[in-house]
């Protein structure tokens, strides 16, 4: 059996601050809040806690964009309420999470101001400046979040990198100091306690030196970047840089936000014996819903093709890597939305079968605030009732360009925009959800009213319930951490059924992701088999799969 350790045996839990709790009333979640609320993630039954960037920043990208790595955002509080969020943690046996932005600061941060001061100053290679090219950008690549991903800078008559947003100016890596900084950086909270970094976007700190234009289709106004941005000629020497001088000397969890990773790459980021990272998160089941405008766009995921990238994931990294396990963060919107049914008559049920056919797989799950609530989508009516900068920029880009009306922007938002994680925790059926006493900074779903942690908490059927069985049956059952995977019935296009076996013991996992009662008859061998979990009180036939059940049968 593979090597055990504690963090393939963990269930984490993602907190976006700004949406979590408001301890102090002016409608933005803070530290204090969260550890107002350790007792409920305790009762859930997680052990690890990942908290979105929480560092002093001017908040161009709630947070995503950092001026001091080592401060806290006045909104959330202080260093001290850090402290005391960690300690209480540690406490309750939660073990917390950093995310660590390194791919790009804010043009806010020290480094910055300094860099773009002079072409001599001891900073200007901290970043990626490039002159003019025939008196435009130096490449045609494209912004992440809209517009070229270059900034003219008036002082040194010279362009910076940006892959996201212009206030982020991305670092580089090339730069041996800038290295040191930020593992200096990493161990500095190391020291202080905390167990481990999400590294957002970490595939794409090494870029092609060349800088060359990305190819573009012939209505495209920019070149494709991602072969010269996304797992680069110096991202492995890198990692094992980092692990060597830093991650290595402590007990930690790691976890790569990696696009555009295929599994080869992921045995090379997460593999057993690479000493990069633990595990990455891979997105490929999350782009299966794309249109010709990417992210924007009325599709669904197609079910088979879904089955066969989570498979794949799950057969390829066997016995060399580790994988992770998600349908929401605060980049997605809400699954039981997207691809459950969020109608009042099969949102519990929906939620619950989606909840069972991700945490009964291989790999280290991670849940979303809300996720356990079923949380769903929330409908705007404005573009004014936005808040993330992505959306913002799409909405002018698009419009500008013809390239959708704004009835049609707003459709895809509502479905697609990563708004839709950020609407605040819905802990009770009180005004603002009990989220705050203030004015929220982005508006409550008005169904908090029936869809709240509160309710649910008392309720033996409630979907919290059923998170809080599968999480226990993760800790005492080893096949769920260990065991093998297989996919059966492949090209079923309603019925996602697959195995977990270790030694003995094999469990039947059975998910219906339609609203339609289907015909299946179990496998023999699991006739007799024990049912440990399923979304219906009662079952009493073994070849009827109602509509969005779930069953795991095992056999010993």
Not at 81 to 96: G, P, Q, Y
Not at 221 to 232: E, R, V
Not at 385 to 409: C, P, S
């Amino acid at each position: 059996m593979e090597e055990k350790k504690w963090w393939k045996e963990s269930v984490v839990y993602q907190i976006y601050p700004r949406s979590f709790m408001d301890s102090n009333g002016d409608g933005i979640g803070d530290l204090n809040g969260i550890t107002s609320k350790l007792d409920y993630l305790k009762d859930l039954g997680v052990d690890v806690i990942w908290i979105s960037p929480i560092y002093e920043s001017p908040n161009d990208d709630n947070g995503y964009d950092i001026s001091n790595y080592k401060a806290i955002m006045k909104e959330f509080g202080s260093m001290e309420d850090f402290d005391r969020l960690l300690s209480e943690a540690h406490k309750r046996n939660l073990k917390i999470v950093m995310d660590l932005v390194f791919n790009h600061s804010s043009d806010e941060h020290p480094w910055f101001v300094e860099s773009k001061k002079s072409l001599d100053n001891p900073y200007r290679d901290y970043y990626v400046w490039k002159p003019a090219k025939d008196g435009e950008e130096p490449n045609n690549w494209r912004s992440w979040f809209s517009g070229p991903a270059w900034e003219y800078s008036k002082e040194t008559d010279m362009y910076y990198l940006h892959i996201f947003s212009k206030k982020q100016p991305d670092l580089n890596w090339e730069n041996d100091k800038v290295r040191e900084e930020l593992y200096s950086i990493i161990d500095w909270w190391c020291k202080k306690g905390v167990d481990g970094f999400r590294m957002d976007v970490i595939n794409f700190i090494s870029k092609v030196q060349s800088y060359p234009d990305g190819q573009k289709e012939d209505d495209q106004l920019y070149g494709d970047k991602i072969p010269y941005i996304a797992n680069g000629p110096r991202v492995h020497e890198f990692l094992q840089e980092m692990n060597k001088q830093v991650l290595s000397k402590y007990d930690l969890i790691t976890v790569g936000e990696t696009t555009h990773v295929t599994t080869e790459d992921a045995k090379q980021y997460a593999g057993f014996d690479t000493h990069e990272l633990n595990m990455v998160f891979q997105f490929e089941h999350m782009t299966l819903d794309y249109g010709k405008l990417g992210k924007w766009s009325t599709n669904r995921i197609p079910f088979i093709p879904l089955k066969k990238i989570l498979s794949k994931w799950q057969y390829e990294l066997e016995g060399k890597a580790w994988n992770s396990l998600y349908w929401e963060n605060h980049d997605q919107p809400r699954i039981v939305s997207r691809l459950g049914n969020d109608s009042m008559e099969y949102r519990d049920l929906s939620a619950k079968m989606l909840g069972t056919c991700l945490l009964m797989m291989k790999g280290t799950p991670y849940i979303y605030q809300g996720q356990e609530l079923g949380m769903t989508n929330i409908e705007f009516q404005s573009i004014e009732d936005f808040r993330d900068v992505e959306i913002l920029n799409a909405y002018d880009e698009f419009l500008d360009n013809k390239l959708a009306t704004a009835e049609e922007m707003m459709q895809y938002f509502n479905l697609k925009g990563r708004d839709n994680a950020r609407t605040p925790m819905q802990w009770d059926e009180s005004e603002h959800a009990g989220f705050t006493k203030g004015t929220p900074w982005i508006q409550v779903n008005p169904n908090y009213t029936y869809v709240n942690a509160k309710s649910q908490i008392k309720d033996s059927n409630s979907i919290y319930s059923y998170y809080k069985e599968l999480i226990r049956f993760r800790k005492e059952m080893e096949v769920l951490v260990y065991g093998t995977y297989n996919l059966l019935e492949e090209n079923d296009e309603n019925l996602y059924v697959y195995t977990r076996t270790l030694g003995n013991t094999t469990l039947l996992v059975i998910c219906n992701f339609t609203d339609k009662e289907l015909s299946y008859a179990i496998p023999r061998e699991y006739e007799q088999a024990k049912i440990i979990i399923n979304n219906y009180p009662h079952r009493t036939n073994n070849s009827i799969i109602r509509p969005y059940e779930a069953v795991v049968y095992c056999k010993e």
